[in-house]
Every structure is written in C-alpha cells, then in structure tokens.
C-alpha cells in the first residue's frame, strides 16, 4: 500500500475518551501486505462497562450487543499478532493507538508501532483545505459511506482516501508525506506546521484555541515549544489531554524575559480569561482567611474573616499582617482548620469551637493535648497554636509603597545583560511588567485587573528577596 511495508487501517469504537478509564467496544481491521494481499478483522467487543447513552447513538453499539461477546484480552494474542510489525494507519492515530496501547499493556504485550495519522496525511496533501475530517473527506472525493462511527466502515473510508492520495498525488507524494510523521511523531493533528515552526523554544506563555476561537487551556514553561509538542504525545494517558489535544485548532505565545514572567504572565491571565480547561486557578472576588485574637482567658482563637480580593474605588486590595490563610470559601478555612486541630492536638473548647463546661470531647478520644483537663496551661496551648498557624501566616508587605523585582536575560557566553523585564509589585499585587524602556510611572498610574490571589502571593513571595522599591530605582536613574 504505502512504504513497501504491511500496513494495518485500524479504526475502534470505544465508551468514551479516556484510554485509561474507558474501555473498547469494536475494533475494525484491514491489513495490506506487501504483495497485495489483505485480510479483515472486525470484533465487536465486552467493554465490561455500561456504555453511555450518547456513544451509543453515535455508533449504534448498545450493551445488548455486546453483553455475549469476547472481552479484549481474549482477542489480544491474535489482534497482537496481525499489528505487530505493521505500519499502524488510523484517522486521528493518536487516539487509537493510545487505547490499543493501553488494552495490550494490560494483556501482557508491548505496542510500539510506526504510526501513521490520515489526518495529518491530509493535511500535508491537501493543505489548501482547513477540514480534514473522515466525514469531510469522503465528501471531498465523493466516497459515500452506508454508516459511519462503526469501525469497519471507517477503516474503508480511510482506505478510499488512500487510494484516491495516491492516484491523485502519486505514491511517491503520498510516501514522503508518510515518512515526515515518523520524524514529527507529536505534531498536533489541527495545528499547522508553520505554527510549530515559528514557536521558540524560549520561556513564555502559550495559549490554546478551539473552534470558534474560543481560548481552551493558558500554560506557560521556560522552554515554550517543547512544552507545547508534550500536549501532543503519542501516547497520551490524561483523558484531560486527550480531550484538549483533539479539540486544539489554534496556539499563540508570548514569551517573556524568564521564568518569572511567564509565572506572573499566566496567572494573570488565567484569572482575567478563566479558559474552559484551566478550573484550579479560577478567580475569587473574596478570600477568606482567619485571625488569632486572645478570649477574657488569654487564649488564642481563630476568627474567619473575609475580604475583597479585587482592587476598588479606594485602591488595591490590602491584606495586613496577623492573617493566616488564603481560602476561597468558608468551607475549604473550616476544612483546614480541623485538620490542624487534629495534628497539633489543639483544644477545641479553648478555641471557640465547641460550647459547654469541662473536657472537650477530642480530650476522651485523647486528641487534645488537655488544656481542658488543667493538664497543660494557657500559655503552652497557646505556642502550639502558634506553630499550627505559622506556614499559613500571611507576611507583611516589606517596602512602603511599589516595589519592582527586575528579571535579566543574559547571553551566558560573555555574561553581558541583553534585556530586563520590570515586575511592578504593590502589596504583593501583581500590577503588570514593563520591558526595557517602558515607563513603570504611566502602569503605576492605571494598574488595570489588579487582585490579590493565593497563587500570586506565593510566587511574588518566593522573588521578593529580589525586589527593590521604585523610589530607589528612580534615584539610581535606572529609567
């Protein structure tokens, strides 16, 4: 068929997108020889799952059709046997091979094919083209399928598009389009190569796009295309990935000085754009957090207050000193405290938390320390406190007014500084960055989107030994 070598069209039918946690329901087969000769296969298969509602109009493979047949490790010996040393052919490759790899792991056998994506075939053919979808693509060299989303019907619709490439392009065409996917195993199926192409492998942000132009995923990394090529691997083991790597029309950067700017970079936007794929670092108006104010005892308790996270009317947001903790709900604070309780065998009488005279209950399952019982004082109760509380302690802001942490590139083969990015900080705020020349007077003036944020603090807390006040700056005529 193409390259001299046996090639196996292969196309499956599964119960859902995740080779890990998602099983195979059908698995249509045909395999050319060298000589011209070819041989079928096609199973439908026991998941030994239910298969959901929706896969099950898409296919028309319901339970009742499979409940009596073979599950997959019944067929892996002879599966194994027509794939092994054959140029593996599917459309969207990555996604077949990524649950036959899978499914064989777990019958004992290694699948490590040469993979060929009729996708990327097609686009490397037919570039002119912006779909290259099965069903797209049968329209276009008017293949009529009876059905679709039924693996053997697939199977033939890709090898249609085969033969019709090969008398269309010539084989030799049609072979060296082949030959460049062994070179490029992790090129994105809906990405065009010029795009890859024109990444540097530089520290920045990147950014997903799916259809529409709707923004899916925000990442960032010091080495931009080499963190962009791993959403694509071959053999991806994420349904997360797997969902986002099929769904990827469109990727755009920035890069950024260094690490720390690409840190800052993407959180930023991350909060101010909220992309479908990035759910833990979603913004919050209000963060709560707890205070230790002393009873009429002296004791130290916890109090849960909450704040505005987002600058207003009067200015940035401000958190003092004297705060422990950053949580986004009143659940997550309590959910936190009790574990500290527990690990630092804190009294919950003497904290507030639990009303009534004499011993707390955590003291009869022997969790409290006994400050309760008159087995240990105040004073002592209240150091543990202290050291439960300490890493969560929120740390005052160290200068008087905006800071800037300077970030420097260097060309490490004369160590001379080559560019500067300025991180404007205030009340550990991220306010933007300005690169050489830029003017941090006009940022400080009209911070837009500023908000404190957790993931902020933390990252600007790490850097901030590195920061120096604008005044300082200013004096040492450093813009």
């Known amino acids: 068929m193409i390259l001299g070598q046996p090639c196996a069209f292969v196309d499956l039918e599964t119960t859902g997108a995740s080779a890990q946690s998602e099983r195979i329901t059908e698995v249509g087969l045909r395999l050319f020889h060298p000589d011209g000769d070819s041989l079928d296969f096609q199973q439908l298969l026991n998941p030994g799952k239910s298969i959901p509602a929706f896969i099950s109009q898409l296919t028309g493979i319901s339970g009742a059709m499979v409940a009596e047949q073979p599950y997959f490790n019944e067929c892996a010996a002879q599966l194994f046997e027509l794939l092994d040393g054959a140029l593996f052919i599917a459309h969207n490759a990555r996604f077949d091979y990524s649950f036959l790899k899978a499914a064989f792991a777990q019958a004992g056998y290694s699948f490590k094919p040469k993979i060929v994506c009729t996708v990327k075939l097609s686009k490397a053919l037919y570039s002119q083209f912006s779909r290259h979808s099965l069903d797209t693509i049968c329209e276009r060299i008017d293949y009529t399928r009876e059905v679709s989303h039924r693996a053997i019907a697939d199977v033939e619709a890709m090898i249609a598009f085969m033969e019709y490439a090969i008398n269309d392009q010539g084989l030799d065409a049609v072979n060296a389009a082949a030959r460049a996917q062994f070179q490029r195993p992790s090129q994105p199926v809906h990405v065009s190569n010029e795009t890859i192409s024109a990444m540097p492998n530089v520290p920045g942000v990147y950014r997903f796009y799916g259809e529409g132009n709707t923004l899916l995923y925000i990442g960032k990394s010091v080495r931009l295309r080499e963190r962009v090529m791993s959403h694509f691997s071959a053999d991806l ?159 005052s802001w160290p200068f008087d007014g905006p800071a800037v942490i300077v970030e420097s590139a260097e060309d490490w083969r004369d160590s001379e500084i080559v560019n500067q990015a300025m991180h404007i900080i205030h009340n550990w705020v991220y306010l933007g960055t300005v690169n050489d020349g830029g003017d941090i007077a006009a940022l400080l003036d009209k911070p837009t989107q500023a908000w404190f944020d957790k993931e902020s603090y933390r990252l600007i807390n790490k850097y901030i030994h590195l920061a120096i006040s604008v005044e300082s700056i200013v004096d040492a005529e450093f813009i």
């Not at 994420?238 to 769904?247: A, P």
């Not at 940035?316 to 527990?342: E, R, T």
């Open 237 to 395: 083991t994420s349904s997360k990935e797997m969902r986002l790597s099929q769904e990827v029309r469109d990727i755009d950067w920035t890069s950024t000085i260094g690490e720390l700017g690409a840190l800052l970079l993407e959180n930023h936007e991350i909060k101010v754009h909220s992309p479908i794929y990035n759910r833990r670092q979603r913004r919050y108006k209000r963060l709560w957090c707890f205070e230790l104010i002393e009873n009429a005892q002296g004791a130290l308790q916890p109090n849960l207050v909450s704040r505005p996270s987002e600058a207003s009317a009067d200015g940035l947001p401000s958190f003092a000193a004297h705060i422990y903790g950053l949580y986004p709900s009143k659940a997550a604070a309590n959910k936190w405290l009790m574990g500290v309780v527990d690990d630092f065998q804190l009294c919950k009488k003497m904290l507030g938390l639990e009303a009534g005279a004499g011993r707390c209950f955590n003291y009869q399952l022997k969790k409290c320390a006994g400050v309760c019982a008159k087995e240990e004082t105040i004073v002592q109760h209240n150091m543990r406190v202290k050291a439960a509380f300490v890493a969560s302690k929120i740390q």
